[in-house]
């Protein structure tokens, strides 16, 4: 069990999509470190996943909701949406601007 748990996640690294924006102009784009989070995220390693991309939070509880408002009827629902978007976005624009200081 434990070396097919390790070989799919072998498996998961071999096809990682490459960020075509730092191979043509040489610097990072926004979601550059996404995949990366979420492999760390899989194998459990919550702080990396922060560090390599600390968007990936706000983006789960973004995601989260929206699957519960799907089947649940909340009575701020857009607001906490809205709110977490702006959190997420707010997250990401930071983050990517950091990188360049």
């Known amino acids: ?6 070989a799919s996640y072998l498996r998961l690294e ?3 999509l490459p960020c075509f ?4 102009l040489g610097f990072d784009c926004p979601g ?15 702080l990396m996943a922060f560090k390599m991309y600390p968007a990936i939070y706000p983006i789960m509880l973004l995601f989260a ?10 009575k701020y629902g857009n607001q906490v949406i809205s709110s977490l978007m702006i959190l997420s ?3 990401i624009l930071i983050n990517y601007v950091l990188k360049f200081i």
């Open 14 to 16: 071999e096809y990682m």
């Open 21 to 24: 924006s730092k191979q043509i």
């Open 1 to 6: 069990m434990k070396i097919t748990l390790i």
């Open 89 to 91: 976005v707010a997250t």
């Open 65 to 74: 909701f929206l699957a519960m408002n799907k089947f649940f009827t909340f």
């Open 32 to 46: 550059c470190g996404l995949q990366r989070a979420i492999l760390f995220l899989s194998k459990g390693d919550f």
